[in-house]
């Protein structure tokens, strides 16, 4: 599998320390020189990114089997809802760090191909429901995603999603094309023109 550093992301609550150095001295107490602790800055975690030739295709393609996702609302959602339009349903996690690394690219897909009646639809499995996701796109700046939650992981095991991020190519009969498993770059030319020819 051919992959590339594409870029490395701080997951969730994680704090990047550089250069700082704290002094801790005991006052009023006579004794050694201050204690002087320097903080060494620990580097975030490299993530792969791979490309659009990680595609597993489905041969033949196949209608996945029905499961129930939600809306940022709390509304139930299925697949069947979206038939007529090409989706890219990637299974997710803001804990999860490959699934953080790419979600910049999902949305810059998203954009791309709004035009081309395909949709992005990011099906968070964080328990904490739709408040936990907002947050998340709030902090790093995703504002082209539509908050999905499968905070049971009921989609995620139906269609048989062995890990996260997982991403499901369906094009507009409602049948499942092909899938990716890990982190991909969704904007690469060669990712854009294999899911507007699969959809």
Same mark, same amino acid.
């Given at each position: 599998?051919?992959?590339t550093?594409?870029r490395?992301?701080?997951?969730?609550?994680?704090?990047?320390?550089?250069?700082?150095?704290a002094?801790?001295?005991l006052?009023g107490?006579?004794?050694?020189?201050p204690?002087?602790?320097?903080l060494v800055p620990?580097?975030?975690?490299?993530?792969?990114?791979?490309?659009?030739?990680?595609?597993?295709?489905?041969?033949?393609?196949?209608?996945?089997?029905?499961?129930?996702?939600?809306?940022?609302?709390?509304?139930?959602?299925r697949?069947?809802?979206?038939?007529?339009?090409?989706?890219?349903?990637n299974?997710?996690?803001?804990?999860?760090?490959?699934?953080?690394?790419?979600?910049?690219?999902?949305q @810059?897909? %998203?954009r791309a191909?709004? &035009?081309?009646?395909? /949709?992005v639809?990011?099906l968070?499995? =964080? #328990?904490? +429901?739709a $408040?936990?996701?907002?947050?998340?796109?709030?902090?790093?700046?995703?504002?082209?995603?539509?908050?999905?939650l499968d905070?049971r @992981?009921e %989609?995620a095991?139906?269609? &048989?999603a062995?890990? /996260?991020p997982t991403?499901?190519?369906? =094009? #507009?009969? +409602?049948? $499942?094309r092909?899938r990716?498993?890990?982190?991909?770059?969704?904007?690469?030319p060669?990712?854009?023109?294999?899911?507007?020819r699969?959809v």
């Amino acid at each position: 599998m051919n992959v590339t550093t594409r870029r490395a992301l701080i997951g969730a609550g994680g704090v990047a320390v550089a250069g700082t150095v704290a002094a801790v001295a005991l006052l009023g107490k006579p004794g050694p020189s201050p204690v002087v602790h320097t903080l060494v800055p620990t580097a975030p975690p490299v993530v792969k990114v791979g490309t659009i030739a990680q595609l597993r295709r489905a041969d033949p393609p196949t209608i996945p089997v029905a499961a129930q996702f939600f809306d940022g609302d709390g509304a139930e959602r299925r697949l069947g809802d979206y038939v007529g339009s090409g989706l890219v349903v990637n299974l997710w996690a803001t804990w999860c760090v490959p699934c953080v690394a790419e979600m910049p690219e999902l949305q @810059g897909l %998203a954009r791309a191909m709004a &035009g081309d009646g395909i /949709l992005v639809l990011p099906l968070s499995g =964080d #328990r904490g +429901g739709a $408040e936990v996701v907002r947050r998340f796109y709030a902090a790093h700046r995703i504002d082209g995603l539509p908050v999905m939650l499968d905070p049971r @992981g009921e %989609a995620a095991r139906a269609w &048989g999603a062995r890990g /996260l991020p997982t991403t499901l190519i369906i =094009d #507009r009969q +409602g049948r $499942e094309r092909g899938r990716v498993e890990g982190a991909i770059d969704w904007e690469a030319p060669a990712t854009l023109a294999e899911i507007r020819r699969l959809v």
